[in-house]
């Protein structure tokens, strides 16, 4: 009879195997039996057949190549006596490998929003995870694909998610998580404002949406060319001066998907202030009498109107400036005058009536 020694047995199948380019990829068999020989097959990636390799031992192993990536191999086994075994085909790869992350996005409301991955490897398979505004954690989703969409909703509206890969070999990796929601869009846009010499001016935008970013511009009163300023939040604000009376302003708003919004122009005006206001006064027939106010503006003009005790109604005065005088008379002596103050957006205040009477 024939003696067949120890029957040929596989006691470790080969795995599919990933290295890195440039690394060495290995793949390794265990048998038992007598007399073992080993012969490769490989089949490259484009190739349809496999063919014999020069490895024969029980590792199977090469440098990893852009070529070579995705490689199948199996291993023949003979014993002395021969009889041949035939070992599972396994792939050889790099691990998975993400190329293009995915990215912040926005949609309206009803419309469709969606972000997606790029990612290099053998056999991926791809797992999204979620988190609504409002919860905690992340829940797995049930989209399985490279691109994640939806329809935006307002309970969706801020949505994170991130994708896990996994490649044939059991490498994972994780992507950068990124927000979807809804563009920026201005809920309340900024208003004139006035203020007095000195005193802060400000106004404000009222905008929605995700990681907003501001910047106001300005251009002085007269300009024609609009400039960066240094205000980077919802409220500009300045003191008010001569330079910054009747300036202009408008904000643009940016939020985290790239999308940008402009608001309307408004212009910041000064208010006239009065800040003493004449008073009666008298002077001997003859002498020089006089009142003056004291006011705060832009561009100031100042006209007096003055009535006779005799007269029922005021008349412009000539005087236009801040200090009304006359040489006192009899007839002149019971005068009384106010005046209006105007600036150069328009604006006016009238002063207190004063009256004016010779001294005794």
Request: glycine share 8%; hydrophobic share 30%; with cysteine.
């Amino acid at each position: 009879t024939l003696n067949m020694g120890n029957p040929m047995k596989i006691t470790k199948q080969p795995v599919n195997t990933s290295a890195k380019i440039g690394e060495n990829a290995k793949v390794t068999i265990a048998a038992t039996g007598d007399g073992l020989k080993y012969q490769w097959y490989v089949k490259n990636p484009g190739q349809t057949s496999f063919t014999k390799s020069s490895v024969t031992s029980a590792v199977y192993d090469y440098e990893m190549t852009e070529a070579k990536n995705g490689r199948q191999v199996y291993c023949v086994i003979k014993d002395k006596y021969g009889v041949e075994l035939k070992t599972n085909t396994v792939t050889i790869g790099v691990p998975v490998a993400i190329t293009k992350q995915p990215v912040n996005a926005s949609a309206a409301v009803g419309k469709k929003v969606s972000t997606s991955v790029t990612a290099t490897g053998n056999g991926l398979k791809y797992q999204w995870y979620v988190k609504n505004p409002g919860q905690t954690s992340f829940t797995k989703s049930s989209i399985t694909s490279a691109v994640y969409e939806y329809v935006m909703s307002e309970a969706k509206n801020g949505r994170q998610v991130y994708c896990v890969i996994t490649d044939m070999f059991g490498n994972k990796v994780k992507t950068a998580t990124v927000t979807l929601g809804t563009p920026v869009t201005i809920k309340k846009q900024p208003t004139n404002a006035a203020a007095t010499m000195g005193t802060n001016m400000l106004t404000s935008v009222k905008a929605e949406g995700h990681g907003l970013k501001y910047q106001w511009y300005y251009c002085e009163y007269g300009g024609t060319t609009f400039k960066k300023s240094k205000v980077k939040s919802a409220t500009y604000s300045c003191q008010m001066t001569e330079d910054s009376a009747g300036r202009r302003v408008y904000c643009e708003i940016t939020d985290m998907f790239g999308n940008k919004v402009k608001t309307r122009t408004v212009t910041l005006k000064s208010d006239i202030k009065i800040i003493s206001q004449p008073t009666n006064a008298s002077a001997a027939v003859g002498k020089k009498v006089s009142t003056s106010v004291t006011a705060t503006g832009t561009d100031l003009k100042y006209q007096w109107y003055v009535r006779n005790y005799s007269q029922k109604g005021f008349y412009p005065s000539s005087i236009t400036d801040a200090t009304y005088e006359y040489v006192m008379t009899a007839e002149k002596s019971g005068r009384q005058a106010y005046c209006v103050i105007t600036d150069r957006f328009g604006n006016s205040v009238t002063t207190d009536t004063v009256t004016f009477s010779a001294a005794k």
